[in-house]
Nanobody, 123 residues
Framework: QVQLVESGGGLVQAGGSLRLSCAAS????????MAWFRQAPGKEREFVLR????????SYADSVKGRFTISRDNAKNTVYLQMNSLKPEDTAVYYC????????????????WGQGTQVTVSS
């Protein structure tokens, strides 16, 4: 069994920053792709960014390039999402996901999901 637990969400003013964490347990994640998705009310879940555990490949949604970064602590099996220059349109529930080595931006390629953490950006 695989568990992903997100933390770090909250309320922030536009222009502010937040860092989300995703702690993974239950399996060896050396071959997993780790990603963040988000879902705003009334909208479909959308890709935010992804990385391999080795860090050899990272990709971002255009809407967050230059503002969001992903990092990891392999010793702790934890992935972080640093969000800077937040905008009201970044308001959503953010989900951590672990997927197959060839997983890209589609949520269907990710087998394990966290419970989500709410991020609210006020204007």
């Amino acid at each position: 069994q695989v568990q992903l637990v997100e933390s770090g969400g909250g309320l922030v003013q536009a222009g502010g920053s937040l860092r989300l964490s995703c702690a993974a347990s239950g399996r060896t994640f050396s071959t997993f792709v780790m990603a963040w998705f988000r879902q705003a009310p009334g909208k479909e879940r959308e890709f935010v960014l992804r990385t391999t555990w080795s860090g050899g490949s990272t990709s971002y949604a255009d809407s967050v390039k230059g503002r969001f970064t992903i990092s990891r602590d392999n010793a702790k099996n934890t992935v972080y999402l640093q969000m800077n220059s937040l905008k009201p349109e970044d308001t959503a529930v953010y989900y951590c996901a672990a997927g197959r080595p060839n997983a890209r931006t589609g949520p269907g390629a990710y087998d394990y999901w966290g419970q989500g953490t709410q991020v609210t950006v006020s204007s």
